[in-house]
């Protein structure tokens, strides 16, 4: 929603009153002057089988076909494979042009043998976080908001694949996950999960683990599935839904109007102490949706 003020909001750490020392509000407009929001879908065909990477390359071909072909904003098209990420799309604003060239071109959306079982989640898990670090870092020297939409229902999480889960274990999760919230905060870039399918009884599960881990021993695998991520970053968990095309439009709005905060954070004793981030709008109805939470180092 466009057209409030700095005096409309209020944002609190760890639940204290933070001052607000910058504001801007940014809608479709102002960026047509300017820089605007870049958009990357990513087909996660490691962790879908063929025929589920077939559909979603025809579901986002739907979307950048909707309007006539016109996008608000530039949009490109990635594929994570066990070989590595590869860009299919260069951004343009030509969403025709853009779905002839995904429609001709599958060539990068093939996916490898990769190990089964247990091996195989351990393997997809790590490949897709290393590459979610990856794309936030390499965005770093670039000024502007990017949103990073992830088509595919996710990596494994792997506590609930039986594994155990020893103190070194955590601790290296612990660090994998102040490491990318900084990234990605830093990046300025916000993760959107999209999905095809239905949704069933473990959809809202993740729920339970959006809350910011504060201390080693408290870290678990699911701390760092897809959809806990893009909540985090202030970013959409939508519900499977066989209407890709829609998911990935409800996701590109939030690039037509937001806002954007900074305050100065209180001194931290130790390193990576979490801080909650909560930004409250004195609208009736209103409700902001940001990042949760940062690690403050000394």
Known sequence: MSGLALKDFALKDNNQPAKIISFQAV???????????????????????????????EGISAFLRRNGGHLAQPVSVLALTDGGMKILLQPSLDGNALADQLDHDSEGLRSLTRSAGENGAIE????????????????????GRKLLIWAGPGWPQLDQQGLQ???????????????????????????????????????????????GVKTADKAKPTNLSLKVIATQTGGLALPPDNDLASQIAICVQDATAFYKLSFDPPKADNANEYHDLKVEIDTPGLTARTRTGYYNQP
Request: proline letters at 2%.
């Open 124 to 143: 997809r898990y790590d490949l897709s976080l290393r590459w979610v670090d990856a794309l936030a870092k390499n965005e770093l020297p670039r000024a």
């Open 27 to 57: 809608d479709s407009t102002a960026q047509a002057s300017g820089s605007l929001t870049e958009v990357t879908v990513l087909i996660d065909a490691v962790n879908m089988g063929f025929q589920a990477v077939a559909r979603t390359r």
């Open 165 to 211: 889960i020893g103190e070194k274990a955590e601790q290296g999760m612990f660090k994998e996950i102040v490491t990318l919230s900084a990234s990605l905060r830093e990046a300025d870039m916000t993760l959107y999960s999209v999905s095809l399918g239905m949704p069933g009884l473990g959809t809202y599960l993740y729920k339970d683990f959006v809350k």
